[in-house]
Every structure is written in C-alpha cells, then in structure tokens.
C-alpha cells in the first residue's frame, strides 16, 4: 500500500487528468443509449456521427506535440477544463449537428490531454526510476467505472442526460485544478529538437500499434456495450450501464495488478496473457444469451486487455533513447489512440450490416492480431 501511495503522490498531476478523462467518457459511454434515442439515429448513422470526435481527436493529438512544450506546465490544467466544458456542451446537444459539434470538441480536447499525460508520466517514470503507468491507467479506468455506475443510477431515478453530463463537467473541472505542477513541464515533445530527430521509430510504431488494438477493443466496448445489454440482450433501463462499468472496474483492477504481475512474469508474457484473456471475453460476450452472461464476458475482457495499453507504453519508454523518451511516447501514443476514436464508428458500420454479436468478433481478430505485434516488437528488445 505504501508503495501505491508513494507512486500515487509522484504522479498526482497527471493521476488527476487520468481520472478526469475517465470520469467524462464513462458518464458519456453510460448515456449513450439515451443520447442514441434522442437523435432519432439507427446504428450505421450514430457510427458515421461518433468519427466526427475521432477526427478532431487524431487530428489534435499530431498538434499536441508541438503545443505542449510551450504550454508547460498549463497543459494538463487546461485540456482537462476544456474536456470537462465539451461534455456541458454534449448534455446540452438536441440535434445531430449539435452532438457532432460537440464530440468533435470532446474529441480534440481529449485527443490532446491524451499526449499530454503519457509524456508527463513517462518523463516522471524516468526521473524517479519507478514504474507509475499502469497506476495512472488503471485511475483511468476506475475513474470510468465509478462515472458509470453513477451514471445508471442516476437514469435509472429518472435523471436526464442533460443533468448527468453537467453535473459530471463539474467535478472535472475540479480535477482540472488538481492536475496543475509546479514542475509538471513536459521535456522532449515538440518542434524539430533532438528528441524527435532521435525517436525510435519502429519501436513507437510497433508500441503505437499495440496501444491502438488495445484502445480499439477498449473504446469499442465501452461505447456499445450498454445498447447490446438493453436492446439485443432485453436488460432493463439502466441495466446496460453495467458493461461499461464493469469492463472499468476490472480493467482498473487489472492495472493495479499490472505492476507486480510484469515483475513476476515479464511484459511481453503478460502481453501474450492479456491479450488471451481478452479474446476469451469477447467470446463469452458474443456467446452470451442473457444480460449476466455478458457482464461476465466484459470483465473477463477488462481483466485481461487491461495490461495492453500501460505495458506497450512502458516498452516505448524503456526500449527508447532517453533524450528520445517523451517524443517516442507521444508518436505511440498518437498512433495507439487512432484505435480508440476509430473502435466504436467502426462497431457501429459492422453492427449495421451484421449485428452487434458480428462486431464484437471483429474486435476478437483484431485483438488477436495484437500476439503478432508483440512478437515483433520482442524481437526489437532482444
């Protein structure tokens, strides 16, 4: 314990900005069937509506590297208040323009923030001499699933998604005053210095890609989890909030866990057991006839994707040059996040023309070819 609170005061800038983005986009995934209903919009229109976020979300990600360096220690602060104050714009969105709008400012913020926090924490990684990213993913994704049952809860009393995503802004913009540093600059990210020049590329890639199948299957999940629960399974109002919160909470287990597991087996088997354990979630979902049986198959899958995303993360820094570290981690990282915007339009076309089972298993291939990816960026640190 004492370890997980050392490590917990190291990274309290960015473990604020971590739970931050959890919270916004567990409240947002939690509504999503009454934000869906309110459009009017069938499956393949709502996916064609979500890439609107993923393209001011991939596109902001490629600025952020030139940003962050002179914002300094305001970066954090200041994305995670814009995040918050695009999910007040989200809640007060009655039209399908207003919802795009308004996920394309989501998107951009978060896309941003994203960078942003995994630059801070692998700079705070290699001054300490201690991992902390699997700690601040797993806030993450605590942060997530506490959004999210709250979330139900709070729809299941009859709160509209108006009121659930103001009141969730606000406590982000708290959290946005609790990210702020002293210290908190961010070395190594932007313009043509060195460290760009030096960054190893193919270990970014191959991490990026490894982050990208991981988010992919992650964001996927979360976004469509809860429609499959109510409206293919027949689960009672409220009762699909319990997908998303679910795969947060075991994935924040998870990554708790994810720390001395690494130590105990190594990254790349706990890579090769993650990624298992995830197909064998995804399978239990796709087979699953009732709402219980799906739960069930979204915590198998939060268990074992959990250590994707911070171990593939932990690899770019360690296997990269140390003046290379933050910019390194900033391309993985805007490589690994394409995953996580592009997952759920993705589910969304599939689900149009197959069904939400087909597109679920689409999401098993995918994160099967993640065994491959592991292997070939193993053989980068052999």
Not at 25 to 34: E, R, S
Not at 129 to 158: D, E, I, K
Request: glycine share 18%; hydrophobic share 60%; aromatic share 6%.
């Amino acid at each position: 314990m004492t370890e997980y609170l050392t490590a917990f005061r190291l990274a309290r800038g960015p473990a604020a900005a971590f739970v931050a983005m959890g919270a916004v986009w567990g409240a947002f995934m939690a509504v999503m069937p009454d934000i869906k209903g309110a459009l009017g919009a069938d499956d393949a229109r709502f996916g064609q509506l979500l890439i609107w976020g993923s393209v001011a979300a991939i596109a902001m990600m490629n600025l952020a590297p030139r940003i962050g360096s002179p914002l300094g220690r305001a970066a954090l602060p200041l994305f995670t208040a814009l995040m918050g104050a695009a999910l007040a714009l989200q809640g007060g969105a009655d039209s399908m323009a207003g919802f795009a709008l308004a996920l394309m400012a989501m998107g951009a913020s978060t896309g941003a923030l994203d960078v942003f926090m995994n630059a801070r924490v692998g700079a705070l990684e290699a001054a300490h001499g201690r991992p902390l990213m699997n700690l601040t993913h797993a806030l993450y994704s605590l942060g997530f699933a506490a959004a999210a049952v709250l979330t139900g809860w709070a729809r299941a009393a009859g709160w509209g998604a108006g009121a659930i995503l103001l009141t969730t802004a606000l406590g982000v913009l708290a959290l946005a005053i609790a990210s702020h540093e002293r210290d908190g600059g961010i070395e190594g990210l932007g313009g043509a210095g060195a460290g760009k020049r030096a960054a190893p590329g193919r270990v970014a890639w191959l991490g990026g890609a490894l982050v990208l199948i991981g988010l992919m299957a992650e964001n996927a999940v979360e976004a469509w989890s809860a429609l499959f629960i109510e409206r293919d399974l027949g689960g009672a109002t409220g009762a699909g909030s319990l997908g998303p919160a679910l795969l947060g909470a075991t994935m924040g287990l998870g990554r708790l866990a994810g720390q001395g597991l690494a130590q105990r087996l190594g990254d790349h088997r706990l890579l090769v057991g993650g990624l298992g354990l995830a197909v064998a979630g995804i399978a239990l979902v796709i087979a699953a006839p009732g709402p219980l049986a799906a739960c069930a198959g979204f915590g198998v899958l939060g268990l074992g994707g959990s250590v994707v995303v911070p171990t593939a993360m932990t690899l770019v820094g360690r296997l990269s040059a140390q003046e290379a570290r933050s910019a390194a981690i900033a391309r993985a990282t805007v490589v690994g996040y394409v995953g996580y915007f592009l997952g759920p339009p993705l589910m969304g076309l599939v689900a149009s023309a197959a069904g939400l089972r087909a597109a679920f298993g689409l999401i098993a291939l995918i994160l099967l070819a993640g065994l491959v990816v592991r292997a070939a960026l193993g053989r980068q640190g052999a």
